[in-house]
Protein backbone atom coordinates (compact mmCIF):
# COMPACT_ATOMS: atom_id res chain seq x y z
CA UNK A 1 0.00 0.00 0.00
CA UNK A 2 1.22 3.38 -0.96
CA UNK A 3 1.79 5.88 2.73
CA UNK A 4 3.32 7.72 4.87
CA UNK A 5 3.65 7.10 8.66
CA UNK A 6 4.58 9.72 10.74
CA UNK A 7 6.47 8.86 14.47
CA UNK A 8 8.49 10.40 16.58
CA UNK A 9 5.55 12.34 18.21
CA UNK A 10 4.81 12.99 22.15
CA UNK A 11 4.62 15.08 25.84
CA UNK A 12 7.95 17.74 25.91
CA UNK A 13 8.55 20.47 27.94
CA UNK A 14 8.87 24.40 26.59
CA UNK A 15 12.41 24.63 25.29
CA UNK A 16 12.75 21.00 24.71
CA UNK A 17 13.51 18.98 21.19
CA UNK A 18 12.22 16.35 19.05
CA UNK A 19 12.42 14.76 16.33
CA UNK A 20 9.74 13.28 13.81
CA UNK A 21 10.27 10.84 11.05
CA UNK A 22 8.07 10.23 8.33
CA UNK A 23 8.48 6.39 6.59
CA UNK A 24 7.46 6.18 2.77
CA UNK A 25 6.35 3.09 1.39
CA UNK A 26 5.69 1.65 -1.89
CA UNK A 27 6.46 4.29 -3.95
CA UNK A 28 9.55 6.38 -5.08
CA UNK A 29 10.23 8.37 -2.38
CA UNK A 30 13.66 9.73 -3.92
CA UNK A 31 10.84 11.48 -7.00
CA UNK A 32 9.24 13.55 -4.91
CA UNK A 33 9.45 17.11 -2.78
CA UNK A 34 7.86 16.21 0.68
CA UNK A 35 6.27 18.54 3.45
CA UNK A 36 5.11 19.04 7.02
CA UNK A 37 2.24 20.25 7.40
CA UNK A 38 0.51 21.17 11.11
CA UNK A 39 -2.86 21.28 12.91
CA UNK A 40 -2.92 22.80 16.35
CA UNK A 41 -6.27 21.17 18.40
CA UNK A 42 -9.01 22.88 17.15
CA UNK A 43 -7.54 25.00 14.25
CA UNK A 44 -6.71 24.93 10.80
CA UNK A 45 -3.96 23.34 8.94
CA UNK A 46 -0.62 25.56 8.85
CA UNK A 47 2.51 24.64 6.37
CA UNK A 48 5.93 24.23 8.37
CA UNK A 49 8.58 23.29 5.93
CA UNK A 50 9.40 21.96 2.72
CA UNK A 51 12.46 19.79 1.20
CA UNK A 52 13.38 18.71 -2.77
CA UNK A 53 14.05 15.46 -4.17
CA UNK A 54 17.78 16.11 -3.61
CA UNK A 55 17.41 18.57 -0.73
CA UNK A 56 18.64 20.85 -2.49
CA UNK A 57 15.80 23.62 -1.83
CA UNK A 58 14.60 23.79 1.66
CA UNK A 59 11.57 26.09 3.35
CA UNK A 60 10.19 27.13 6.70
CA UNK A 61 7.50 28.88 7.86
CA UNK A 62 8.71 31.93 9.95
CA UNK A 63 7.10 30.89 12.83
CA UNK A 64 9.73 27.63 12.77
CA UNK A 65 12.30 29.13 10.88
CA UNK A 66 15.81 28.83 12.88
CA UNK A 67 14.35 26.46 15.33
CA UNK A 68 12.72 23.82 12.78
CA UNK A 69 15.34 21.23 10.91
CA UNK A 70 13.85 19.70 7.87
CA UNK A 71 15.72 16.53 5.86
CA UNK A 72 15.41 13.43 4.08
CA UNK A 73 16.88 10.46 3.55
CA UNK A 74 16.23 8.84 0.46
CA UNK A 75 18.15 5.57 0.71
CA UNK A 76 15.97 5.18 3.58
CA UNK A 77 12.79 6.52 2.34
CA UNK A 78 12.78 8.85 4.92
CA UNK A 79 11.79 12.43 5.95
CA UNK A 80 12.71 13.80 9.29
CA UNK A 81 11.91 16.84 11.57
CA UNK A 82 14.06 18.05 14.11
CA UNK A 83 12.64 20.56 16.60
CA UNK A 84 14.56 22.56 18.63
CA UNK A 85 13.33 25.15 21.27
CA UNK A 86 10.12 23.88 21.59
CA UNK A 87 7.03 26.10 22.51
CA UNK A 88 3.63 25.92 23.46
CA UNK A 89 2.03 26.81 20.40
CA UNK A 90 4.00 24.37 18.47
CA UNK A 91 1.55 21.63 20.15
CA UNK A 92 -0.12 19.93 17.22
CA UNK A 93 -0.65 16.73 14.90
CA UNK A 94 2.18 16.87 12.39
CA UNK A 95 1.45 15.38 9.15
CA UNK A 96 4.15 14.67 6.42
CA UNK A 97 2.55 14.77 2.32
CA UNK A 98 4.23 14.53 -0.61
CA UNK A 99 3.87 17.05 -3.53
CA UNK A 100 1.71 15.98 -6.45
CA UNK A 101 2.66 14.43 -9.33
CA UNK A 102 1.22 13.83 -12.63
CA UNK A 103 2.23 11.36 -14.88
CA UNK A 104 0.66 12.33 -18.34
CA UNK A 105 1.23 10.54 -21.62
CA UNK A 106 4.10 12.66 -22.76
CA UNK A 107 5.87 13.39 -19.65
CA UNK A 108 5.74 13.69 -15.80
CA UNK A 109 4.58 16.89 -14.16
CA UNK A 110 4.70 18.26 -10.52
CA UNK A 111 2.81 20.16 -8.72
CA UNK A 112 2.29 22.77 -5.60
CA UNK A 113 -0.19 20.42 -3.97
CA UNK A 114 -0.42 17.28 -1.30
CA UNK A 115 -1.52 14.34 -2.64
CA UNK A 116 -0.19 11.47 0.19
CA UNK A 117 -0.72 12.32 3.91
CA UNK A 118 0.57 10.66 7.13
CA UNK A 119 -1.86 9.83 10.01
CA UNK A 120 -0.10 12.18 11.78
CA UNK A 121 1.98 11.71 14.78
CA UNK A 122 0.79 14.27 18.07
CA UNK A 123 3.19 16.54 19.66
CA UNK A 124 2.21 18.16 23.09
CA UNK A 125 4.66 20.92 24.08
CA UNK A 126 3.78 21.56 28.21
CA UNK A 127 5.47 21.93 31.45
CA UNK B 1 2.98 34.98 5.04
CA UNK B 2 -0.98 35.28 7.18
CA UNK B 3 -3.35 32.80 6.00
CA UNK B 4 -5.71 32.76 3.59
CA UNK B 5 -9.47 34.06 4.60
CA UNK B 6 -11.87 32.02 4.15
CA UNK B 7 -15.73 31.75 5.69
CA UNK B 8 -15.86 30.10 8.95
CA UNK B 9 -19.39 28.17 7.91
CA UNK B 10 -21.68 27.25 4.71
CA UNK B 11 -24.75 24.76 4.67
CA UNK B 12 -26.84 23.46 1.65
CA UNK B 13 -29.37 20.95 1.28
CA UNK B 14 -28.60 17.54 0.05
CA UNK B 15 -28.71 18.47 -3.69
CA UNK B 16 -27.76 21.61 -4.28
CA UNK B 17 -24.59 23.55 -5.18
CA UNK B 18 -23.09 25.75 -2.63
CA UNK B 19 -19.27 27.58 -3.25
CA UNK B 20 -16.72 27.99 -0.59
CA UNK B 21 -14.63 31.37 -1.02
CA UNK B 22 -10.69 32.16 -0.24
CA UNK B 23 -9.37 35.10 0.04
CA UNK B 24 -5.72 36.49 -0.60
CA UNK B 25 -3.84 38.66 -1.92
CA UNK B 26 -1.24 39.20 -4.77
CA UNK B 27 1.49 37.91 -3.44
CA UNK B 28 -0.33 34.71 -2.95
CA UNK B 29 -3.94 33.83 -4.97
CA UNK B 30 -3.14 36.72 -7.08
CA UNK B 31 0.36 35.50 -8.57
CA UNK B 32 1.04 31.46 -10.22
CA UNK B 33 -1.66 29.34 -10.75
CA UNK B 34 -0.84 27.32 -7.80
CA UNK B 35 -3.87 27.09 -5.70
CA UNK B 36 -5.28 23.57 -4.35
CA UNK B 37 -8.04 22.42 -1.95
CA UNK B 38 -8.26 19.65 0.96
CA UNK B 39 -11.24 17.96 2.69
CA UNK B 40 -10.82 17.06 5.96
CA UNK B 41 -13.18 14.70 7.71
CA UNK B 42 -13.07 14.92 11.57
CA UNK B 43 -10.02 12.84 13.06
CA UNK B 44 -8.39 12.08 9.14
CA UNK B 45 -6.00 13.10 7.28
CA UNK B 46 -6.58 15.50 4.54
CA UNK B 47 -7.87 15.00 1.48
CA UNK B 48 -6.65 16.97 -1.93
CA UNK B 49 -9.85 17.77 -4.06
CA UNK B 50 -8.24 20.30 -6.84
CA UNK B 51 -4.83 21.49 -7.74
CA UNK B 52 -3.72 24.55 -10.17
CA UNK B 53 -6.78 26.31 -9.28
CA UNK B 54 -9.42 23.95 -11.20
CA UNK B 55 -7.72 20.57 -11.59
CA UNK B 56 -8.69 16.94 -10.22
CA UNK B 57 -6.58 14.28 -9.14
CA UNK B 58 -7.21 11.19 -10.33
CA UNK B 59 -10.10 9.87 -8.48
CA UNK B 60 -12.02 13.18 -7.16
CA UNK B 61 -15.54 13.25 -8.65
CA UNK B 62 -16.84 15.68 -11.08
CA UNK B 63 -19.10 17.46 -7.96
CA UNK B 64 -15.95 19.64 -6.69
CA UNK B 65 -14.70 22.15 -9.17
CA UNK B 66 -12.64 25.11 -8.61
CA UNK B 67 -11.80 28.58 -10.15
CA UNK B 68 -10.09 31.44 -9.03
CA UNK B 69 -10.70 35.64 -10.34
CA UNK B 70 -7.61 37.48 -8.79
CA UNK B 71 -7.30 37.49 -5.74
CA UNK B 72 -10.14 34.83 -5.14
CA UNK B 73 -10.19 31.62 -5.07
CA UNK B 74 -13.56 29.18 -5.40
CA UNK B 75 -14.45 25.94 -4.65
CA UNK B 76 -18.27 24.52 -6.23
CA UNK B 77 -19.64 21.29 -4.33
CA UNK B 78 -22.82 20.24 -6.82
CA UNK B 79 -25.03 17.84 -6.02
CA UNK B 80 -24.31 18.04 -2.24
CA UNK B 81 -24.47 14.76 -0.47
CA UNK B 82 -24.17 13.87 4.00
CA UNK B 83 -20.64 12.71 2.83
CA UNK B 84 -19.69 16.40 1.78
CA UNK B 85 -20.00 17.17 5.39
CA UNK B 86 -16.20 17.80 6.75
CA UNK B 87 -13.63 21.10 6.99
CA UNK B 88 -12.51 22.08 3.40
CA UNK B 89 -8.94 24.36 3.36
CA UNK B 90 -7.59 26.28 0.27
CA UNK B 91 -3.87 26.68 -0.18
CA UNK B 92 -1.62 28.29 -2.14
CA UNK B 93 2.33 28.21 -2.95
CA UNK B 94 3.29 31.86 -2.40
CA UNK B 95 6.19 33.87 -4.33
CA UNK B 96 7.98 32.95 -1.12
CA UNK B 97 8.43 29.88 -2.00
CA UNK B 98 6.35 28.82 0.99
CA UNK B 99 2.23 27.57 1.24
CA UNK B 100 0.14 29.25 3.20
CA UNK B 101 -3.51 27.93 4.26
CA UNK B 102 -6.42 29.21 4.47
CA UNK B 103 -8.41 29.45 7.42
CA UNK B 104 -10.85 26.96 6.96
CA UNK B 105 -14.47 26.52 6.23
CA UNK B 106 -17.15 23.50 7.65
CA UNK B 107 -19.29 22.26 5.54
CA UNK B 108 -22.87 21.45 7.20
CA UNK B 109 -25.68 19.36 5.03
CA UNK B 110 -28.99 20.44 5.88
Known amino acids: EVRMVESGGGLVQPGGSLRLSCAASEFTFSMYSVNWVRQAPGKGLEWVSSIDKSSSTISYADSVKGRFTISRDNAKNSLYLQMNGLRDEDTAVYYC????????????????????WGQGTTVTVSS | HSALTQPASVSGSPGQSITLSCNGTSSDLGGDNYVSWYQQHPGKAPKVLIY???NRPLGVTDRFSGSKSGNTASLTISGLRAEDEADYYCCSYTDKSAFVFGTGTKVTVL
Open chain 1, 97 to 116: ARDLRVVGTTRVTHHYAMDL
Open chain 2, 52 to 54: DVS
